[in-house]
């Protein structure tokens, strides 16, 4: 049972007013996963704001798990084109993750905490991040 009165450094319920600083760079964490996140995360800004934090571990995790499933439908569509030639048409739906990327990164940029699914709840899980 966790302790609400316990509030540690970088958690969501710390109170932190959001800045338009803390916004832009969760927007940009969303945009650009793999050169803004890990700045966001090493800046000293985002180590104690927790918004920043937050959307930067989350984009990180949404990135490797967009690269995981490209690596695996890269295989399903090698392996179809070689025995029924329509491989390519599996590949498709790793064209949406553009459109969700810029979804999560408006939803930041408004000064939301998302949830992605599968990823955010691992992430809890594993403490990386706190739940908002």
Do not use: N
Request: proline content about 7%; charged content about 15%; hydrophobic content about 45%.
């Amino acid at each position: 049972m966790e302790d609400d009165s316990a509030v540690v450094a970088g958690d969501p319920r710390s109170g932190q007013e959001l800045t338009d600083d803390d916004r832009r760079r969760s927007l940009l964490c969303y945009l650009a996963p793999v050169p803004v996140a890990p700045i966001v995360l090493l800046s000293e800004p985002g180590k104690t704001r927790a918004f920043q934090r937050y959307h930067a571990i989350q984009s990180l995790g949404l990135g490797a798990v967009w690269l995981c499933l490209l690596g695996f439908l890269a295989c399903v569509a090698e392996a179809l084109t070689a025995t029924t030639g329509l491989g390519g048409l599996y590949v498709l739906p790793v064209y949406g993750l553009p459109w969700l990327l810029l979804y999560f990164a408006i939803k930041a940029y408004q000064g939301e905490y998302t949830r992605i699914p599968l990823v955010t709840d691992f992430m809890i899980r594993q403490g990386w991040i706190l739940r908002p």
